[in-house]
């Protein structure tokens, strides 16, 4: 069963940057899609950015342009650089494959967005 440890939120002003990282084990990660969640207070979690295994990503709408997924297997990591960050952005980020196979989320990473 996949487990990861994400990492890298934080408390940034619109306008600004962060770098979320992934490390993911308990599966062979280099042929899994694996994909960037986010949950904002009061609603549902949803799919931000999904790289495959031959490294093909997409987005959803309000990502484009701003987010780059990208990962390393050698080090069994996915990142997530986020750029000129919304306050709309403000969310628990997490990392699992894609498709969610069930049961299992990690701790989350919180981004903050906020003058």
């Known amino acids: 069963q996949v487990q990861v440890v994400e990492s890298g939120g934080g408390l940034v002003q619109p306008g600004g940057s962060l770098r979320l990282s992934c490390v993911v084990s308990?599966?062979?990660?280099?042929?899994?899609?694996m994909g960037w969640y986010r949950q904002a207070p009061g609603k549902q979690r949803e799919l931000v950015a999904t790289i495959t295994s031959g490294h093909s990503t997409n987005y959803v709408d309000s990502a484009k342009g701003r987010f780059t997924i990208s990962r390393d297997n050698a080090k069994n990591t996915v990142y997530l650089q986020m750029n000129s960050l919304k306050l709309e952005d403000t969310a628990v980020y997490y990392c699992?494959?894609?498709?969610?196979?069930?049961?299992?989320w990690g701790q989350g990473t919180q981004v903050t967005v906020s003058s």
């Open positions: 308990g599966i062979i990660f280099r042929f899994n899609a």
């Open positions: 699992n494959v894609v498709p969610y196979a069930g049961g299992y």
